[in-house]
């Protein structure tokens, strides 16, 4: 699934192909997500980081996966 990423402020670095979210940053993909102040999301390693920081607390979403395969082997 795509990936979208919001806050209120977004910077960007073509250089690094570093995206920094800054804000009541958001990142979701699918049904898993991820909220923070700040968040620093690498588009080449396709990863997120979620930096120490005194504004706020982060959370992260991960919804198991449905093994449907499992369901028609049965």
Same mark, same amino acid.
């Given at each position: 699934?795509?990936?979208?990423?919001?806050?209120?402020?977004? &910077?960007?670095?073509?250089?690094t192909?570093?995206?920094v979210?800054?804000? &009541?940053?958001?990142? &979701?993909?699918?049904? +898993?997500?991820?909220?923070?102040?700040?968040?620093?999301?690498?588009?080449?390693?396709?990863?997120?980081?979620?930096?120490?920081?005194?504004?706020?607390?982060t959370?992260?979403?991960?919804?198991?996966? &449905?093994?449907? !395969?499992? !369901?028609?082997? +049965?």
């Amino acid at each position: 699934p795509k990936l979208h990423a919001m806050a209120q402020t977004i &910077q960007y670095s073509p250089q690094t192909s570093d995206i920094v979210l800054i804000g &009541q940053a958001h990142v &979701q993909q699918g049904d +898993n997500s991820v909220t923070a102040p700040r968040l620093n999301y690498n588009m080449a390693g396709q990863t997120v980081d979620a930096p120490i920081t005194h504004d706020g607390r982060t959370t992260i979403v991960i919804q198991p996966q &449905q093994i449907n !395969k499992m !369901k028609a082997d +049965n």
